[in-house]
């Protein structure tokens, strides 16, 4: 029951952290991190000595904070993996994410969850 509450509180009472995720993409450009997605690190650096910060995200409830994520993120020219549920997917925000070279997919935890259900 305790899960259940602390994730109700993040999903819905605490106050959103753009400010820091933004912080965190300027100061990991600053300090030579490549800052990149999660197909792009297996494409471009997995086998390289870099300093490498992946972005993804689970979008489990917050469509909109999903598009400030993305434009935090064009802001900074980073690309990064955004993972959508069938309650959260929003077309034109996927299209504009794969427009820009970012990825999208589908959250498979749902699908694992289903699995397990009609086993």
Known sequence: MKRFFERVYADFLKEPRFKEYEDI???A???GYIVTSVIDYYRNYMNK???VLILRH????DKKG???FFEIE???NVKASYYFRLSTIDYSLMDDIVKYSSEVGYHYEELATYCKRIK
Do not use: P, S
């Open 25 to 27: 993409i300027r100061l």
């Open 29 to 31: 450009i600053e300090k």
């Open 49 to 51: 000595d870099e300093k």
């Open 58 to 61: 689970d979008i489990d409830v």
């Open 66 to 68: 999903a598009r400030i």
């Open 74 to 76: 064009k802001r900074y």
